[in-house]
């Protein structure tokens, strides 16, 4: 049902072509009088070099860059991979630092691991690509900032001394990034998941990396006075950095983009779930790139999904879901006016190369298949967003509701993602089956000027009203009744238990509802009044007012209240007549009470 018909392209050179947008050349690019999400929409989408300067730790062999570059899987770079990937279609290529490795105790790099990476972006740009460089984890250091902070604030500024000099001279196709996930991430400081207790802290840290970035950089003067900087959010995470505690840096050029990473739902995208792509995944999708659009992209922010889905586990998925995975959070942010960037990484060559995005030994795409869609949704362009018209829904048991949902004055479609007992679905109409709560999912599929667009509402069904319930206190008059199982309730209602009833006085006996599980209040205390006999002294008035009601149901209360009429007026007659009818209209008037039910509201 969600499943899109792609064109497929006869060749990588023409999705490339569609990918890419409109190529230019390096020296034709320029971006000084482009605003910051004028560069982010000329980005298209990426790709990491995932696992390759970044590889870090105290085993490699710091005598040389390529122990570092080939420490984790990857094989030397070559400008061959780098063409490769604009080849396949990638306008932008990210890559990840670890700007540490070859490090003096002063915090000086060397002048090998720089030359390198400059050497593999200059790749990039020459192919028509734009390239972010980053510092990485760069093995966690900066989690040692609340407790050390002058030292690592020093050895954070040094690197970006460094790295801000040796690239100032770079077009404007480079983007530097202050950070990947690490600020904000200082659990002794804050615990995210236990409460709010050095958040704001946390908080203001992340701010002082990001200002100190953008002030070092826009001091080395050359390209870097106004290129676009990426600015590094909460841990990356888009619920923290849509935080109203998140504040971006102050930059005399304003030139930033946020950066976020997307590896939700995580358990497909890093564990063992095998299948993406029914309602709740779209909806969740959904949910997030709209949360970035309206938080940043709405308010002329520019965002730039640095890192997305997540290419070393396409090997455990079931046949198209990582496919679809990829292509659905590429388009999503892409119809946004957002840059998303496939984390991809490299295996040594003995292991599985369908575990990668881009095959970086041959130089292709493992699913060319992938590389078709992406094509299409550049193709595509950018799309208004559809805003569902859809709230929440609670209704109660037995009744239905008629769903008015729409999508910017269009309608929108519904549906649940599984099978469920609490509701069902009766000409449109959606009909309450028993009490809970279940998920709908509100959509519409979109088309040449809309995107799709999902919404998760939830459907409440609550417990219903009785249609009849009986009196609180009821009042019996005749012989017949021993107990109060022999009092009459409206239908569906019974008594619990036999409580005996004692002439003249009040006895409290408990009456249950037949149906306790999806009505309210289906129990009752019923306290029943029994007089054996009527007094001889009782006017006819009264006993004719007391004999108006019924504990049964409506219709027998007003059969009552006629036999009741009928009694009085016979009394009435009687009264009239010789002393020796009186007896006889008080056999009458017993007779007719006998048989009625008199009830009082308390």
Not at 340 to 368: F, G, H, K, M, S
Not at 544 to 557: L, V
Request: proline content about 4%; hydrophobic content about 40%.
């Amino acid at each position: 049902m969600f499943k899109k018909i792609f064109s497929v392209l006869s060749s990588a050179a023409l999705a490339a072509a569609l990918l890419s947008a409109v190529p230019v050349s390096a020296a034709e690019l320029d971006n000084s009088d482009k605003t910051a999400q004028e560069v982010v929409d000329e980005m298209g989408i990426g790709i990491n070099l995932g696992n390759t300067f970044e590889a870090c730790g105290s085993w490699i062999n710091k005598s040389s860059v390529s122990n570092f570059e080939t420490a984790w899987g990857s094989p030397i770079i070559t400008e061959a991979m780098i063409k490769g990937y604009a080849d396949a279609g990638f306008k932008t290529l990210r890559i990840p630092v670890a700007w540490s490795n070859m490090m003096d105790s002063d915090y000086k790099i060397d002048q090998a691991y720089i030359d390198r990476v400059k050497e593999v972006t200059q790749w990039a740009i020459d192919a028509d690509m734009y390239v972010i460089v980053n510092e990485h984890w760069d093995s966690g250091w900066i989690e040692e900032y609340p407790e050390n902070k002058d030292e690592v604030m020093e050895h954070y500024s040094s690197i970006w001394v460094q790295v801000a000099d040796a690239f100032k001279d770079f077009d404007d196709h480079l983007i530097l990034e202050s950070q990947n996930e690490e600020l904000g991430n200082w659990p002794d400081l804050w615990n995210r998941w236990g409460g709010t207790e050095g958040k704001e802290e946390a908080y203001q840290y992340a701010l002082d990396f990001n200002q100190t970035f953008v002030d070092v950089v826009r001091k080395s003067g050359g390209n870097n006075d106004d290129r676009l900087l990426l600015i590094s959010g909460i841990i990356t995470d888009i619920d923290l950095t849509c935080d109203p505690l998140f504040e971006m840096p102050e930059d005399p050029a304003d030139m930033m983009a946020v950066s976020v990473h997307y590896y939700t739902p995580w358990n497909f995208a890093g564990g063992n779930d095998k299948y993406w792509g029914d309602l709740p995944d779209y909806a969740e999708l959904n949910k997030y790139m709209n949360m970035l659009m309206e938080r940043f992209v709405d308010n002329d922010i520019p965002v730039i999904i640095g890192e997305a889905c997540n290419g070393s586990e396409i090997h455990n998925k079931v046949e198209n879901s990582a496919r679809k995975y990829f292509a659905e959070t590429c388009r999503e942010a892409y119809e946004r006016g957002m840059c998303p960037v496939l984390w991809d990484i490299t295996y040594a060559e003995n292991q599985p190369v369908d575990n990668q995005i881009y095959n970086r030994r041959t130089q292709e795409l493992t699913d060319p298949e992938l590389g078709n869609e992406l094509a299409d949704i550049v193709a595509a362009g950018q799309k208004k967003i559809p805003v569902i018209d859809a709230e929440d829904i609670t209704i109660k048991y037995g009744e239905k509701y008629t769903p008015d949902f729409s999508a910017n004055g269009g309608s929108a479609s519904y549906q649940i993602a599984d099978d469920t007992d609490i509701i069902e679905f009766d000409d449109g109409d959606i009909v309450a089956l028993k009490p809970g709560s279940v998920k709908l999912y509100v959509f519409t599929l979109g088309d040449d000027e809309y995107a799709e667009a999902f919404k998760e509402i939830t459907v409440t069904v609550e417990k219903g009203e009785i249609p009849v319930k009986p009196d609180k206190e009821i009042v019996v008059y005749g012989d017949q009744y021993k107990s109060c199982l022999d009092v009459e309730l409206p239908e569906g209602w019974s008594w619990n238990k036999a409580v005996d009833l004692v002439d003249g006085e009040t006895v409290e006996a408990v009456a249950s509802y037949v149906d306790k599980k999806n009505y309210l209040n289906p129990t009752m205390n019923i306290k029943i009044t029994w007089y054996k006999d009527v007094p001889a002294d009782e006017s006819s008035s009264k006993a004719a007012d007391e004999s108006k009601s019924s504990s049964t149901s409506s219709a027998k209360a007003a059969e009552a209240e006629t036999k009741t009429t009928a009694s009085a007026s016979t009394v009435n007659a009687a009264t009239g007549a010789a002393a020796a009818t009186s007896a006889l209209a008080v056999t009458v008037l017993a007779a007719a009470a006998a048989i009625v039910i008199k009830k009082k509201q308390k």
